[in-house]
């Protein structure tokens, strides 16, 4: 994959649309969340037709705080899975990520907990609100269980959509790189309502 991807979806819609693309802006990956499900199942398309099936990502669960998300790909077969650690996340978000025999590999975590605080508290009042999204701009670290970094999430400012920035900061498996890449694509719609 050419880094660093982008990963953009409008905030005011009904139903999420998610376009993975990458540093040329060639369409990677295409998301369309289904609205009201009480038990997430999203797929991920190649393109925006939804022709060619890639992965699919599903929760263990319904609408749990620490449901966790399988990961597979268009077989059927494993690619790994996140989970949101539990408590933690309220002040900062945390979440873990399971290679496809379900081992501990990976974690991610936001850099700074305070941007996450002052952005709740700056949302709720009216009008300026709005802007938070252009300044308050959390950014999320995905490191190995033993502490080396491999790629940073950030929120890119936009108004009225979402823009995430994924770079690699160190060369990992194809195996790992699609398990990172949907880890960060999970995450960015569980978090969607900041920023």
């Not at 790994?80 to 650690?85: E, S, T």
């Not at 936009?158 to 920035?165: D, I, N, P, S």
């Amino acid at each position: 994959m050419n880094y660093p991807l982008k990963l953009s979806f409008k905030l005011i819609t009904l139903v999420s649309q998610i376009y993975i693309s990458d540093a040329n802006g060639e369409l990677l990956g295409y998301v369309r969340q289904k609205l009201l499900k009480l038990k997430e199942d999203i797929n991920v398309f190649a393109d925006e037709q939804q022709t060619r099936h890639l992965y699919n990502i599903k929760a263990d669960r319904m609408l749990d705080f620490s449901a966790k998300y399988n990961f597979t790909d268009s077989h059927g077969g494993s690619v790994g899975a996140i989970k949101r650690k539990g408590m933690r996340s309220i002040f900062r978000a945390h979440y873990e990520i399971y290679d496809p025999s379900g081992s501990l590999s990976m974690e991610i975590h936001e850099e700074n907990g305070w941007i996450k605080v002052v952005d709740s508290l700056i949302g709720e009042i009216p009008v300026i609100g709005m802007f938070t999204g252009y300044f308050f701009n959390p950014a999320y670290i995905i490191t190995r269980t033993g502490g080396s970094q491999i790629a940073r999430l950030k929120k890119q400012p936009a108004f009225f959509e979402g823009v995430f920035q994924l770079e690699k900061l160190s060369d990992v498996s194809e195996a790992d790189e699609a398990l990172v890449l949907l880890s960060a694509l999970t995450m960015t719609l569980l978090e969607r309502s900041r920023g």
